[in-house]
């Protein structure tokens, strides 16, 4: 079942969706960078980033009137955007060492 | 130098395989399962001669949206149809909105354009006065859009050159189409008066 | 010859490509010039009243669309195939037939559009002149033709790629073919129940375009990586099949998001809620990506506009895919926005920044080598400042009429949806409020920007390396 937005909440909707998306980029972009350049500084901007996606996740929610089912995809966003740019800057690391390792001994 | 198993090639390509495969499988099992549920006749999209009842919107508290309800009989043009009579007229109907590319202005079930008002509820809508003016209006207007226009904004819909039979066969159409299940949509809809 | 035009420069699918990208081209005006119309009947709705109404407009408009970009990539997939397979493409002269088949189908169906535009509601109607569905109204005879274009297409990439070598990317780019000619086929009936209508025919539209294009155009990439960046084949492969898996993972059940209110039953809610809030995490978490790539390596583009270009697409895929599409997805508030302006507003950044961009790369990237192989990298004749602005003017023209649509669609939303209750009335005085008024208008502005643009575009590509004399930077 789902509890349609009330109208005065119309802007807190579209703007926390955007910006869950816009934070989770940020996010990623400091993450990214800060890991790059072993800066502690954009590590530590990046999780403050990331407080401020959970923030615009909360608002959603709440916005959207989220339950039973629907708290799933709460969770799912603030997991899924705290974990998958980690697991893409594994992945960017050990496939370019990959390849550079194979590259090596050829 | 780390080599790992995930980060390997194979890995992803059988990754990417699986992945692709066990999704298409999924959606093929869920629309194995929505078909039947959307079929006419079903509970969601009722049968053709749904034409010759009354059909309303109503607020639905378990589902905390409305949805159609349908009621006595009320045949379209006086005339109840058959099964088989009805489909032929609503098959008529959406052939000719085909034919007239009314979706590149309007849109049907929300989709399609945004020059003009949603169909999805044109049956119901209150723009028609009552139901006892309803039907000669629908025609009417479906006739000669041009002089019988009825908004402010400057947009008239041009004359389609529908004929009075074309006409009640799109308003089957369009009466059919009200009665389908959509979810609530669209929300918080005022439907025409029904009791005149 | 250094900075001339000559198909001597060019291999034989390359030539093919070419055409292909002229009419795509042409094709790519003809869209804008018909929104440009379809855009200002909406301020002067009496413009070409009874003789080219908006829904004619308005076909012309994203069915141009559609047939360029698709034939952008048919284009796109010519030009590397030789280079991919290592051999000569197989069956050329059928190809070219094709094309000369596909290209007269298409303009011959826009005459019809333009002159007949409408029919009786026979099958006659359907078959020869408008099937009347939004994106795929080519008339059934104009389908037939297509899917015997693609095929023919897809012997000429398969056989290419069967006689010489196979690759991870020539792989995905088979099976990514074969999908998206099937998927086709789901457009291709009638029914009268509108329910199961338009619940095949978003087979069509979504698993096209939020699949199947979307790993074309991943596949197109990868290619361009390795000859534009130098990037390493395995690592580009890799990353391929990364985001395939990605993208199919969260993509091919997005498809639930369209099945929220065509009366489909209400499990659909659950799942296209809970996939349109996957679908943007893959897209958010390859910044990292970018950003390895950029930092790890010192990368020398040998070609500055169409490395331009594939920025532009990073950008446009994130914002129009993905913060436009997620802002009005959920069911909650999809029901308020569903059919005004929000969708034409995220329609006009997605598919641009998606798309547009990254066919427009790869003309340059073919102008270059047609003009045999010169220098594109920094300091142009004049500083390269046709395709500076062009890039500029498309990319701001397209962000202004998505700006002035959402601005619409939001009002809309508003009075519209939330207090008039959705009635024809309630369609009217929305329409006619201030804010949509402005809206339209500002769109026209932009529009009329995003059509200097395609202007500057047009005299980019056929100008560009004119005369010039250096070859091309080794990367």
Not at chain 3, 314 to 320: A, E, M, Q, R, V
Not at chain 3, 405 to 423: C, D, H, M, N, P
Request: a negative charge.
């Amino acid at each position: 079942m789902i509890d349609p937005v009330e109208m005065q909440d119309f802007f807190a909707a579209f703007f926390s969706g955007a910006l869950v998306i816009v934070f989770g980029a940020i996010y990623a972009l400091f993450l990214a960078w800060g890991r790059l350049r072993g800066s502690r500084n954009f590590i530590a901007a990046a999780y403050g980033v990331y407080a401020l996606l959970v923030i615009a996740v909360l608002v959603l929610a709440e916005a959207m009137h989220f339950d039973g089912f629907w708290n799933l995809i709460t969770v799912v966003m603030l997991v899924g955007y705290l974990l998958a740019p980690h697991g893409i800057w594994l992945l960017s690391r050990d496939t370019h060492n990959e390849a550079e390792a194979k590259f090596n001994s050829d | 130098m780390t080599s790992k198993w995930w980060a390997n090639e194979n890995f992803w390509r059988k990754s990417a395989v699986w992945v692709t495969a066990s999704m298409t499988l999924v959606l093929i099992l869920l629309t194995f399962d929505t078909i039947p549920k959307i079929s006419v006749g079903s509970e969601r999209v009722p049968a053709y001669s749904v034409i010759n009842q009354r059909i309303d919107y109503v607020f639905n508290k378990e589902r905390n949206f409305q949805v159609p309800v349908i009621g006595q009989a009320q045949p379209l043009f006086g005339n109840t149809l058959n099964e088989e009579e009805a489909e032929a007229l609503v098959t008529w109907g959406k052939k000719i909105t085909q034919g007239r590319n009314c979706m590149n202005c309007h849109t049907l079930l929300g989709n399609g354009a945004y020059y003009a008002p949603d169909l999805t509820k044109a049956w119901l809508d209150p723009a028609w006065g009552d139901s006892s003016t309803r039907e000669s209006m629908m025609v009417n207007f479906l006739m000669d859009p041009v002089s019988n226009y009825m908004n402010d904004s400057g947009r008239k819909m041009p004359n389609m050159n529908i004929s009075e039979q074309e006409a009640q066969a799109i308003i089957a159409f369009l009466k059919w189409m009200s009665s389908i299940d959509t979810n609530g949509f669209p929300y918080n809809f005022k439907p025409i008066d029904q009791e005149g | 010859m250094l900075g001339v035009l000559d198909n001597n420069n060019l291999n034989g699918g390359q030539k093919l490509a070419v055409k292909y990208f002229s009419v795509a081209v042409i094709l790519f005006v003809a869209q804008i010039l018909f929104g440009l119309i379809a855009g200002m009947q909406f301020i002067m709705p009496d413009l070409f009243f009874n003789v080219l109404d908006f829904n004619v407009t308005r076909m012309v408009h994203i069915n141009a669309m559609v047939v360029w970009l698709l034939m952008g990539f048919m284009g796109s997939i010519y030009w590397l195939l030789e280079d991919e397979a290592g051999v000569e493409t197989v069956g050329l002269k059928l190809g070219n037939l094709a094309f000369w088949l596909l290209t007269s189908a298409v303009t011959v169906v826009v005459l019809v559009y333009l002159f007949i535009q409408v029919g009786p509601g026979d099958d006659f109607t359907r078959w020869f002149v408008n099937e009347g569905r939004e994106y795929i109204e080519a008339p059934r005879w104009a389908d037939i033709g297509i899917v015997v274009c693609m095929l023919i297409f897809f012997y000429n990439a398969a056989a290419t790629f069967m006689k010489g070598r196979w690759s991870g990317i020539s792989g995905v780019l088979i099976l990514d073919l074969v999908a998206l000619a099937g998927i086709y086929l789901a457009g291709m009936f009638y029914t009268t129940n509108i329910s199961v209508d338009q619940f095949w025919w978003w087979w069509v539209i979504h698993l096209w375009v939020e699949a199947t294009w979307e790993v074309l155009v991943g596949c197109i990439m990868a290619w361009g990586l390795i000859k534009l960046l130098g990037a390493r084949r395995q690592i580009v492969t890799t990353w391929l099949y990364i985001e395939v898996a990605l993208m199919f993972g969260s993509g091919i059940l997005g498809l639930g998001h369209h099945y929220f209110w065509i009366g489909t039953p209400e499990y659909w809610l659950s799942i296209g809620g809970f996939f349109s809030a996957l679908e943007p995490v893959p897209l958010v978490a390859m910044v990292v990506h970018s950003v390895y790539d950029s930092g790890a390596h010192k990368f020398k583009a040998a070609n500055h506009p169409a490395m331009a270009w594939l920025i532009a697409h990073t950008f446009g895929n994130f914002f129009g895919a993905g913060v436009w599409g997620f802002m009005h997805t959920l069911p909650q508030i999809n029901l308020y926005t569903h059919g005004t302006q929000w969708t034409a507003s995220h329609g006009h950044l997605a598919f641009f920044g998606a798309y547009a961009t990254i066919v427009i790369a790869v003309f340059y990237i073919a102008v270059q080598q047609w003009r045999g192989g010169v220098w594109m990298s920094g300091g142009l004749a004049g500083n390269g400042w046709k395709w500076k602005w062009a890039l500029g003017l498309l990319n701001g023209g397209v962000l202004g009429m998505t700006m002035a649509l959402l601005i619409a669609g939001y009002e809309q939303s508003f009075i519209e949806r939330a207090i008039e209750g959705s009635t024809w009335q309630g369609y009217f005085v929305a329409q006619v409020h201030p804010w949509f008024i402005q809206g339209m208008n500002w769109r026209m502005v932009f529009g009329v920007v995003t059509a200097m643009g395609i202007v500057l575009l047009v005299w980019d590509l056929l100008t560009i390396g004119k005369g010039e004399n250096r070859a091309k930077q080794e990367v």
